[in-house]
């Protein structure tokens, strides 16, 4: 359907692609993957003819028509509803409609037989091109990628950048192109709309190309995947989980086969060198050389599996509670989101806050930040420093500076080696870290504002959407790094791979109350497809007993304000025996400590009796909270 042929082209002095081929057939469903910057968006670009190949040629068949979906129509606005902007895909029948309503309102005025001839013509021609059901399936798909009815009639110019794209993938699916390409559809989708999409092209009819960084997209939707990597395209047929067993084998072939050919190198060089000043090696030596010029070169594996370690500095460990909302509600007008909802963040928590958009995760994580005016009570714990790290945080980076500078102005106490390390970890080395942010992809630009987040020396963090525009490898670093943090957090994602990975809590809003599954995601999924089975069994009739409600007096009601406080110095005792704990250890591991027996004892000594001041406090604090309940 599509041949791509020896492909070349250059951005100044760079290639992304030189002599590079692809064939596309008739329903490949092909994923493009690739580090950012490599050319992915550049070659859908190429294919559509919106760039000019320096060389080659890309050839298709004279009845492939293609459907692209990039991050351009972003900007697109239209003063007509999202229903008709959809709608545009039938372009033929739609033009048909008007004229059918056109004659119609002459024929109320000057009835002729050639009216009626011209009207049945275009009713046909209509009927033929499926006009009748063309509103149905536009209203079917706008629904299916997270639309609600009401919506429909709405101006495409009230939504915002995100919504405004879903509008346009709606019409390129409506419109089914030979060849439909999409660019990273999935960062402007949820998971219900992401699962729809999945469905819609696993039965596509025609062939599918898609950029993204979703593997579990990829996983569901297509059959081949495409690598770009050292501008050329290298084709793995089956999917992601395919690609990367199919790779690792790859990877030990060519390394195997690059060792033997520098050792053969090697070999061939010494002999060059021993025997090229003896006239009767001459000849052997002159074919040794041209053996070595002719040699096509094989390339060292590049491992992109990154394995990082990164340091954490807290300037302080909060305390037990990190946040408590009590009785919270919030609307916009007429839009409930939350009421009288309750939600408690302990320290060490790593949550998870998924569902669908519109249900309010971006209002909560803003709530949890204390950005957010609420009905009801917020309480921050003891100790608690918040990050929150957002798509707007990319907004707030200073364009002048240089990737460096910007990391020092996070306000840390690392020393300049130090965050070129943590740079480093971010893909961003030697002069790199000198480019200024103003030149830097969105992809590059998401990698510093993550890394200035991440060194903030936060024990609380709020990351929203965090993996957009992330590629597999920046994506692979994050994940190690928020393995390794040690303080708390919770995320907003639609990334089914990346919550698999961090979380050990998932949250969702349900009946506008905060929902939490006490477990990874996969055991959510679990427990959600085993209730979902309960929930077309009847349930049996249980009378509820409620516990009946007393009143507490005065005397009660001033102990249970005592009990808390006294709750309140445990938990700092608590913190600070851990402190003593800690400084504890790093005495311990000093040269001149571990070194010397008696003051190794010594230390051994007070450890141990931190360690058994912390287990009595950690008791007494079970003990009081347990009262404090009964109380209450």
């Not at 000198?434 to 030149?439: A, S, Y």
């Not at 077309?536 to 009143?551: C, D, G, L, M, Y």
Request: net charge negative; hydrophobic share 35%; aromatic share 8%.
């Amino acid at each position: 359907m599509i041949s791509i042929n020896n492909i070349s082209y250059f951005i100044g002095g760079r290639a992304l692609y030189e002599n590079a081929s692809l064939h596309i057939k008739p329903k490949d469903k092909i994923g493009l993957i690739g580090l950012n910057g490599k050319g992915k968006s550049t070659l859908l670009k190429l294919i559509h003819g919106d760039y000019k190949l320096d060389a080659g040629d890309i050839s298709m068949s004279k009845e492939c028509s293609i459907g692209f979906l990039n991050q351009d129509l972003l900007s697109y606005q239209s003063e007509d509803s999202i229903l008709n902007v959809a709608m545009m895909a039938f372009e033929e029948a739609v033009d048909a409609h008007k004229k059918i309503e056109g004659i119609l309102k002459k024929l109320e005025t000057e009835y002729s037989d050639e009216l009626v001839e011209k009207l049945t013509k275009q009713q046909e021609k209509f009927e033929r091109l499926e006009g009748y059901s063309m509103q149905a399936k536009a209203e079917e798909i706008l629904e299916g990628i997270g639309f609600k009815t009401l919506d429909l009639e709405r101006p495409l110019k009230e939504f915002s950048g995100g919504w405004r794209m879903r509008v346009m993938l709606a019409k390129l699916l409506l419109e089914k192109p030979s060849l439909l390409m999409l660019d990273e559809p999935t960062n402007h989708l949820d998971l219900p709309s992401i699962e729809w999409i999945e469905n819609y092209l696993r039965t596509y009819e025609g062939s599918v190309i898609v950029v993204s960084h979703d593997r579990h997209f990829l996983n569901n939707t297509v059959s081949k995947i495409v690598e770009v990597a050292n501008s050329q395209l290298t084709a793995y047929e089956g999917n992601y989980d395919f690609y990367l067993e199919e790779k690792e084998l790859r990877s030990e072939i060519q390394k195997n086969a690059f060792e033997n050919q520098q050792s053969k190198i090697k070999q061939t060089e010494k002999f060059i060198e021993r025997f090229r000043a003896k006239a009767t090696k001459a000849r052997q030596v002159q074919s040794r050389v041209k053996s070595l010029e002719r040699m096509d070169v094989i390339e060292d594996v590049v491992d992109d599996t990154a394995v990082v370690n990164f340091k954490f500095n807290f300037k302080q460990q909060s305390g037990r509670h990190v946040i408590r909302l009590d009785n919270v509600s919030k609307a916009y007008g007429d839009l409930q989101i939350l009421k009288n909802s309750v939600g408690h963040i302990e320290r060490g928590d790593k949550i998870a806050l998924i569902g669908a958009n519109g249900k309010g995760k971006s209002t909560l994580l803003r709530i949890i930040a204390g950005t957010e005016n609420i009905s009801g009570k917020r309480e921050q714990g003891h100790n608690v420093i918040t990050g929150f790290y957002a798509q707007h945080q990319l907004e707030s980076l200073g364009i002048e500076n240089e990737i460096l500078e910007e990391l020092k102005q996070a306000g840390t106490s690392k020393t300049e080696l130090e965050l070129r390390q943590v740079l480093g970890c971010f893909l961003f080395t030697n002069d790199d870290v000198f480019k200024k942010i103003k030149v830097l992809s969105g992809g590059e630009k998401s990698r510093v504002a993550l890394a200035k987040t991440l060194i903030s020396e936060c024990n609380f963090l709020l990351l929203d959407e965090p993996t957009n525009h992330l590629d597999f490898l920046s994506e692979n670093i994050l994940i190690q790094a928020l393995q390794q943090y040690q303080g708390t957090f919770i995320t907003v994602s639609h990334n089914r791979h990346f919550v698999t990975q961090v979380a050990n809590k998932i949250w969702y809003i349900e009946n506008h109350q905060i929902k939490e599954y006490p477990g990874t995601y996969d055991e959510y999924l679990y427990w959600k497809s085993q209730n979902e089975v309960q929930d077309t069994i009847p349930a049996p009739k249980v009378e509820k007993k409620e516990k009946p409600k007393r009143e507490r007096n005065d005397q009660e009601e001033k102990q249970l304000v005592n009990a808390k406080k006294e709750l309140e110095k445990i938990e700092q005792k608590i913190e600070a025996t851990e402190q003593s704990l800690k400084d504890c250890e790093n005495e311990m591991s000093k040269p001149d400590v571990f070194g010397n027996p008696d003051k190794l004892l010594t230390f051994n000594t007070k450890y141990n009796d931190l360690k058994s001041s912390l287990e009595a406090l950690n008791k007494e604090w079970e003990n009081k909270a347990e009262a404090i309940d009964e109380m209450e």
